[in-house]
């Protein structure tokens, strides 16, 4: 290298390096705790398809569209789909999973605040891929 | 022809040379041509956005189409192909050699180009630049699919035959009085970027190949009702297109290792510093392909290999940014256009990065992927970076190739409303992206804050193609009728120009 100092380029690598350890390890941490499915939540098996989201309880009752579940209450989704990928999404609560055909993929959440919330695909599935959409009702059981 | 002040010749001349300048001069006007092209779309596309609801755009799936030419003609066809003919023009020069190592390949991995460019624009496909199975096997209309599909695998042989032939020429070729290690980073750019591309693509011609046979029915290979699988297709793409991200950044992050001394009249700060993060990018790139994965139901393990992956590929590029940075500081600036252009895409690569780091950051993935936060962060590196660096260095080297000077004044102006209007789109889609707007979609329900987003977004974008505009008429004029620039010191900067002009057109001499 030439003649000039080189520790000023140190001292920036080390900070960056710093930065990353911390976003990294943040990150773990947090995606562990996230990732951890609570024993007793309820089941809804997802369905997409070209173009619309069905649902099904534990109960067996079916709702295409629309999804009812109570406040306070933890939700186990298992993501599927019968055609091409979508991606099932309720952004408020960042529920974000694909819906890939040949597999199951899980994800969770707990509603925490009455009222609707918009239900929408995130991943490219075609033609009417903009209004793959549907609605969350979060109901108060008490 | 009109490009050439110094010697002019018919086009022809040019068409049928396999000569280096020539090769690269016809690489840029191909790229310049999809630059063009591709914005319109892209305009078009906002415009449709600027309210929810059909606006100018009669359907989705003609939306569709024009999202996914629009990519691929950005990527493909002109950051590509731009990088192509800068390299061709320099690095020979650079290496003091004749001229590429293999002159017919070199011509024929550009005449590849222009049937691959009509049959992405004749068929019009519409399953994005991704083409995910199995949407693009049992879903994506033909036949605009399938010669989507043929002409990518055509721009993958020519990209192959290019990197060949820049390896190549850079180990081979170079001058014997000139250690690899002292050689320009422009020219160590186009070495990694190639050595990335010699590795990656393989991978994505065999997904091709799969989605073609799938598509006619002989193979089953992304289809889980007989245990194929669709996630399959998925790495095969990402370990091919991840580090192609680095292939579009690195000879751009060589443009401004070029533009950056000479106009802070200052030698580079550490010359091996640059060569070392070049050398580790190529090598990290490889480590993080799945970061795009994370919502296809990734185990937790996998999930975080392929963050400490990304995240390790980030210190590589924080030393290219210290290095201008450090090369610039206690030098005497010139604000010229080039230099403009350049700390333009320095400020913005910085950014992008950041936000970068945000996504690899697996539980802030599942808030920013699929979503405008995605379209923002990557068009912060390949506008804000790439196609800035590019119009730097096209500045830069118009002097060089057509004898001529361009206009300062409508230099700067179309930086000033590139700069301004970028900042104005891909900052507000990461926003927009944090409220929840998905990408990919027609048309969106009339959310207050998506409007006004959405409306703001569009006006940067049309100062983008009012800049574009400034561009196209300052480059046409001013190599018609430009003024003659003084060709060894363009900018008065005073020492020599690098590059030995007299290296053009060797034809001439008989
Ligand atoms: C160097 C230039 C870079 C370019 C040209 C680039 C380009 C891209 C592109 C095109 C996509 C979207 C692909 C798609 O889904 O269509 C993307 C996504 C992504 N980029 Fe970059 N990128 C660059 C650097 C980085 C860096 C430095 C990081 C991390 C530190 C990063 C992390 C990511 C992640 C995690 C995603 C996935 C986001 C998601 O889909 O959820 N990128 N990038
Ligand atoms: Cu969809
Ligand atoms: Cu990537």
Known sequence: MSGHSHWPEWIYIGVVVALLVWVGAEAWNLERLVEHVPEDAKVIKVTGQQWFWTFEHEDGTKEV??????????YKFEVTSTDVIHSFNIHDYVVLMDAVPGRINIVWFVPFDEGEFPIQCREYCGLIHYNMRGTLYVEDDA | MVLELQKPRPIWY????THHTDIGLLYMILSLSALFMGGALALAIRLELFFPGAQIIADSMTFNRMFTVHGTTLIFLFILPFASGIGNYLVPIMIRYKDMAYPKLNAIAFWMIPPAFALVWLGFADFTWNAYAPYSVISAPGPAADMWIFGLKILGVSSILGAINFVVTILKCKHPDLPLSKAPLLAWSFLTSSLIILVAM?????????LLTDRLGVSRFFDPAVGGDPIAY???FWFTFHPEVYVLVIPAIGFLYEIIPRFSRKPIFSHSSGVFAFVLLAIVSFASWAHHMYATGMSFTEKTVFMIGTLAAVPASAM????????????RIKFATPMMWAIGGIALFFSAGAGGVVNSAMPLDFISHDSYWVVGHFHLFVMGTIAFGSFGFLYYIFPYITGRMYSEKWGIAHFVLSFVGAVMVFFTQHVLGLYGMPRRVFDYPP???WIAMNQFITIGAMLLGIGAAIFLVNIIYSSAKGKPANMDDPWGLGGKYYYPYEAKNPHHSH
């Open chain 2, 447 to 449: 959310i207050p804050e």
């Open chain 2, 320 to 331: 290219h940014v210290f290095n201008f940075l450090a090369t610039m500081w206690g030098g």
């Open chain 2, 14 to 17: 040019i068409m049928f040379s």
């Open chain 2, 234 to 236: 998925q790495h095969l």
């Open chain 2, 202 to 210: 393989p991978t994505f011609a065999a997904a091709l190949l799969m």
């Open chain 1, 65 to 74: 569209g629309e999804l009812h579940v109570k406040k306070g209450v933890p």
